[in-house]
């Protein structure tokens, strides 16, 4: 079955899906919904670009799914591994969903264990860090407002005991 890319209220091709019958649709029926359809493993790994690559995968679907308003990304950390930096934003408050694995935050002076679903809000001014448990952990990252690179404020060695 071919492919083809879904149609925007512009009438732009955004995102790829493999239905011809949906594509015929549009093309009778005009208008579609504007969406955008991403497995968040085919979204480049960054981790490698910090240096991180080995311990970390940080796939950033921001802009392949086209958001407007907010960020998205998957983070899936190494058994064991604590970044090695900590982190706050200048306009962007987060939300980390734990979906597998276990973690520990540092957030600002306290230290939290992090269970599978639990969901943790940082505001923009706060400090935060993350270690995996000794299985691993994935997380879900949500970041709104949308703010592009260059939001955040990173100091090195900020959590060590």
Do not use: C
Not at 114 to 130: L, P
């Amino acid at each position: 079955m071919g492919s083809w890319r879904g149609l925007r209220h512009d009438g732009s091709l955004s995102y790829e899906s493999s239905s011809v019958i949906a594509m015929t649709l549009a093309t009778i029926i005009g208008d579609m919904s504007d969406y955008t359809h991403l497995n968040l493993k085919d979204a480049e790994d960054q981790a490698p670009n910090f240096g991180l690559g080995d311990n970390l995968e940080f796939r950033m679907a921001r802009v392949p799914l086209g958001l407007e308003h907010s960020g998205l990304s998957y983070l899936k950390v190494a058994p064991g591994f604590r970044f090695p930096f900590g982190h706050k934003h200048k306009n962007q408050e987060e939300v980390y969903v734990l979906v597998g694995g276990a973690a520990r935050m540092k957030i600002e002076d306290e230290v939290r264990d992090v269970g599978q679903w639990d969901a943790v809000r940082v505001h923009k001014d706060t400090m935060r860090s993350i270690e995996a448990g000794d299985e691993g952990a994935e997380f879900l990252v949500v970041g709104a407002p949308n703010t592009g690179p260059g939001d955040a404020e990173v100091v090195q060695g900020w959590w060590s005991d």
